[in-house]
């Protein structure tokens, strides 16, 4: 159940960034035009709850894959850091846990003694160390992701054509929503 949150609290910053998007964009529609704009609150609500039901036709269930790894949560959660944002110092591995650098580097250990994660210190500065994931990390992460792309694709399949660029379009406005948070958190 852990995984779930992990994919859920995704799924809640992707909307929270569209919802941004839309806020932004709506700012920009033009007074007396001849379209009634549908209400900003309800607009983002309707996404919210289609953005519930994309992620569970996504996800119908969890994969045996997700429920079989045997990692503790704080352990995934450095795998996902570490796979999303590839190799990290460990000082930032224990921020992104919100813990000391002691119990952070006491997670990394035991990755790294399953060979899921590799330390590596820098020549120019040695007490820098860089986290990344292993060639076994990056398969078993991989993997997982693989599983979401394959069903993703088997929906993308039945669509037209017209509904893939729609699609492509929305995902568009996503990422440009995100880049929009982004940016506003700097």
Known sequence: MQIISIILKYWA???KATSIYIARSSRNWKEGSMKQAPK????????LELGEKAFRELIPI?????LQLDLTMPQLKVVLLLFMNGPTRM??????????????????DRLVEREIVVRESQPED?????????EKGQK???GLWQLAR???KELLE?????????ITEALGALLKAGELTRADSK
């Open 150 to 152: 394959d069903r993703l």
């Open 91 to 108: 000082s930032e591995v224990a921020s992104a846990l919100g813990v000391s650098l002691a119990t952070s580097t006491g997670v990394v």
């Open 126 to 134: 040695r007490r820098v160390v860089l986290c990344r994931l292993s």
């Open 62 to 66: 969890l994969p045996t894959e997700w």
């Open 40 to 47: 900003q609150e309800e607009l983002i609500e309707r996404i």
């Open 158 to 166: 039945v669509a037209t054509i017209s509904q893939l660029q729609l």
């Open 13 to 15: 910053n992707l909307t």
């Open 140 to 142: 078993m992460i991989g």
